[in-house]
Every structure is written in structure tokens, then in C-alpha cells.
């Protein structure tokens, strides 16, 4: 007799852990269905090279929600974040550099040698994302009001509305600010030096295939200053063990619960009997049946690979196909021999324990954006470099170091009929390049790399166009409208679909919350459905 599961999960990744862990706990029998041979979709850890080690995907934290680390007891088994000691370095087209973090003295003292000005506006801009980052905070683990729920949809309205009436006015226009200008002109309003803007203009264009002039790039900075590390808000960190060491933890949690966890077993398509998804089919043929069927893939490669549009709504179909994916990402890992040394702070320090960017001003960050639009890679990419061995020995052999290099502006796909299989190496030379021209030696100090193309991001991560964020964060995909208006409350459109992936409230990031949410919506649908059941 075939087992129907009480949920099975499309997806290993951290959110579909997080999802049966909330399940699991609540005694519902799970299967989750995973086609890579490891376990944690984009937050994973891997050997790219004979004795070195890193975070191949997502590659630092600071999202991952407080009460999922608590709830699952994280900490318990393992896990173990290090924060930065200063957030951001960024050298300076002039042979300078700015440092950003290390606490409020530290940064106010540095932006001083570019602005008195700007140090003087740095508390009281901090104040002003503090608040809006607060608010995010609290709405982050709540479900969004879902359009055409009628009363319901209209009482979450005003419940979740209810913090922003207790604003003052300035900070409800700032609000506003945040959600709907771009990231220049945000910043433009409250600092005067280039490097300074630069500095947190980068937060903006991060997984953001746009220009920092763009509306609505002032929220995406916005998105990435909500988390926190070891309770300190706004800080970013290096999980010891690299990022797969947050999902091999939870899938050790969430299997001792009886989750039953299937490896190298991808899913072709989700089975509907009329209007409800009861199952899926396996690319070997094999059915998986289930009363839930939860997607932690992004909304594009369900909808649009994973379900025959004849099993969807007419207007479903045709507005899904408008869903905006391509975060213009390039993504790669490199094996040091030694560390990059800088010719504007020669020696080592604390800015190999930080991100080093290569973005000098919001000007070199626009050219970038324009590059990819109209030759598909920036001549000057924007690149983070992290280089978690420094704190971290376990990832690399002694005296030697791994980097990530997360890179933007990138086509998701290259114009004239050209191909990233093509390209992708060229790219990657490019990159390496644009590192060694503010530390040369770098590149005669890899050993070996790692590359991530747009299509590399896809082909192994399932992140359609290489999305990392699961879809655009632009206002029309975000909140009680990610991914769509109707279905923002983690509820698909047929019955017993779920979603649990980023393509949900609150969208990209290592956070959990998408996990956490649609567990939630899960449980309250069979609750209410078992009372029904009762009352008849």
C-alpha cells in the first residue's frame, strides 16, 4: 500500500528543513525530497578543491530569524557565528580606503577623514534605519494579508498595519523613503561624500540586477540590515564550519523528529487530481503521495516547470510567466596560497576578517548595471570578496585560505545569441582581475576556483536565470504580493500546494521565515479543516 506522507517538501534547502522541523514537532509525517547529493540547496558547504572548504552559494549570515535558531536549538548543536570585527572595506579609486564598522566611534572616526559632515549624520542615520528595520522585524514571521480572504484578509490588514500608525510622521516618511526611492537618492539626502554612499549603496544592488538609481533599490538595502549576529542588530558574521554547517545541523534536528530526508531524488513534476496537488512524480517514474505538497523551490521552476499550466488557473498561468527573476549574479571560490595583500593598507589586519568591496562610488555601480544591460558583463564588476579562513582554519590547510567572491552586474542571459558556456571563464578572469588590480599577486595566488555563472547558479541550485533572491524584491513582488496577490500567504493555487521558499514573504536571504510561515499556514489549514471535519 503507497504511504501518503502528511507533507512532503520539494527541496531540500534551509527553508524546507525549517518547514519540517515546524511539522515534524507538530507530529505530522514528512519526506523531503532533495535532488542535489547533499542536503541544503544554496547553503551548503563543499570541498571545491583537495583540502579546501567554503560556503559555495550563500556565503555569510546575519537573516537567520532568532526564534527559528531558538525553536530548533541551534546553538545546542552546534552552531556558532562569528561576527565581523568591522562590517565592510572598501579601497578607494585615489590609492585610499574606507573602513565601515568596528562600532559608532570606530565609524564615525573613519568617515570623518572623507566628511565631518557625514560622520556627524551617521547617528541619526542609523536611528532612522533602526526603526524601519524594526518594523520589518516584527512583520517578518507574520503572514501577509491575503488579497480575497475578505474579513480575514481585512482584519491582518489592520493587525499588521498597527505598528505603522504608531510612528511619528518623519518616521512614516521615512518608511516610505525606504520602499519606494532608489538608493542614491536616499543616500543623497543624508550624506555628501561619495565613499560614504558607497559604502551603503552596496546593500542595495546585492542580488539586485538594477542600477542603485533605480525606485525601489533604497528597500533592498533596507532588506539587508534587518538581521542580526549573536543579538547584536544589523550585524553580518562567518558561521563557523561555513553556511552548509547551519543545514547539516537542521537536517540532523528535523531527521531525529522521523523526517524522512531523501537525497539525489529529484522531483519532475507536482501530481493535481482536479483542483488539489495530492503528489509528485520523480524523474525515475516513482510517485511520492502526500496531503500537503510544499514547494522550497522558487515560484518559477514550480510553476513554470513543475505543473502542466492546464492544472492552473487561466490567469495564474499568464501572470506567473510575468514573475521577475535574474538577480545578475556571478558566484565564485577560490584556493589562496597566501593572502591578497592591498596597496592601499599593505599587510594583514582586520579587513581580511571583513567584506571587501570593490565599488567604490554609486557611479561604478551604475556603469556596471549599464555594462551587463548592454554587453552582458560589467568591464568593471562589482565584487565582495569574504575570506572566512582567516577566522576560521577549518576550511583550508595551514598557511593557505579560501575566499568567496560574490559579483554583480551579470546578465542572466547574455545578448547576441551568446552563451555563458562560453563565457563563463572569460568572466571569471575578469573578476580576478578586477581583484588584482587593487592586490596584485592575487591571481598568481589561486590554486584553484570555483564558478558560479548565472547558469551555473541554475543548473546547480535550481535558482532560475540564477536568482539567488527567488525573484526580484521590487514592490510588486514583495509582501501580500510575493509571489502574487492571492497567494502571499504561502498558499498556492490549487489545494494542499504550499510555498516555503524565498519566492514568499520575506523574501531572499538565509532568514527561515518563508520555513517557519508556511509550516504555520499548514497547521492552521488542517486545524480548521479537522474542525469541520468534527462538526459534520
Known sequence: ????????????????????????????????LERR?????????????PGFRNSTASYTVSLLNPKVIADMALADHGYRVIERPISNFLPQPDGGYLKLGGGLAATQAEF???????????????????????????????????????????????????????????????????????ARNFLDSW?????????????????????????????????HVFGQVNGKKGAWGHCVGGMGSITQIMARIVTALGVVLTLETPVDRVLVDGDRA?????????EVMGKSIIANVGPKLLYDRMIAPSDLPPDF??????????????????????????????????????????????????????????????????????????????????????????????????PNGRHWEDEREAAADHIIATVDAHAPGFARSIIARQIHSPLDLERTFGLIDGDIMHGHLSLDQMWAARPM??????????KGLYMCGAGTHPG??????????????????HAIWGRLRGRG
Not at 507538530?26 to 519526506?31: E, K, N, Q
Not at 599593505?346 to 551604475?366: E, F, K, R
Request: aromatic letters at 8%; charged letters at 15%.
Open 1 to 32: 500500500m503507497t504511504q501518503i506522507y502528511d507533507a512532503v517538501i520539494i527541496g531540500g534547502g534551509h527553508n524546507g528543513l525549517v518547514c519540517a522541523f515546524y511539522l515534524a514537532r507538530a507530529g505530522y509525517s514528512v519526506r523531503i
Open 37 to 49: 547529493a547533499v542536503v541544503g540547496g544554496a547553503v551548503v558547504t563543499e570541498e571545491f578543491h
Open 112 to 182: 570623518a577623514r572623507f566628511s565631518a559632515k557625514d560622520a556627524a549624520a551617521l547617528p541619526a542615520y542609523y536611528a532612522t534605519l533602526e526603526v524601519v528595520a524594526d518594523l520589518l522585524r516584527d512583520m517578518v514571521l507574520q503572514t501577509p494579508p491575503n488579497v480575497g480572504d475578505g474579513p480575514a484578509m481585512v482584519v491582518a490588514a489592520l493587525k499588521q498595519g498597527r505598528r505603522f500608525t504608531h510612528l511619528s510622521l518623519d518616521q512614516q516618511r521615512d518608511v516610505l523613503d525606504l520602499f519606494t526611492k532608489s
Open 191 to 223: 550624506f555628501e561624500s561619495d565613499a560614504v554612499k558607497a559604502a551603503f549603496g552596496f546593500d542595495a544592488v546585492v542580488g539586485n540586477y538594477a542600477s542603485p538609481d533605480a525606485p525601489g533599490s533604497a528597500y533592498v538595502l533596507l532588506h
Open 278 to 286: 495530492v503528489g509528485v512524480v520523480l524523474e525515475n517514474g516513482e
Open 317 to 414: 498561468v499568464r501572470r506567473i510567466r510575468g514573475y521577475k527573476t535574474g538577480s545578475g549574479t556571478f558566484r565564485m571560490n577560490v584556493a589562496l596560497s597566501t593572502l591578497p595583500d592591498f596597496t592601499c593598507l599593505p599587510g594583514p589586519g582586520l579587513h581580511h576578517q571583513s567584506g571587501i568591496i570593490i565599488a567604490p562610488t554609486l557611479d561604478y555601480m551604475d556603469r556596471a548595471f549599464m555594462d551587463a544591460k548592454r554587453d552582458g558583463w560589467s568591464r568593471r564588476p562589482i565584487v565582495e570578496m569574504l575570506i572566512p579562513s582567516t577566522i576560521d582554519d577549518s576550511l583550508a590547510p595551514p598557511g593557505h585560505h579560501v575566499a568567496s567572491l560574490f559579483c554583480q552586474q551579470f546578465a542572466p542571459h547574455l
Open 485 to 494: 496577490l492571492g497567494h502571499g500567504a504561502y498558499r498556492g493555487p490549487l
Open 508 to 525: 531572499g536571504g538565509v532568514t527561515g521565515a518563508p520555513g517557519h510561515n508556511a509550516a504555520r499556514a499548514v497547521l492552521n489549514d
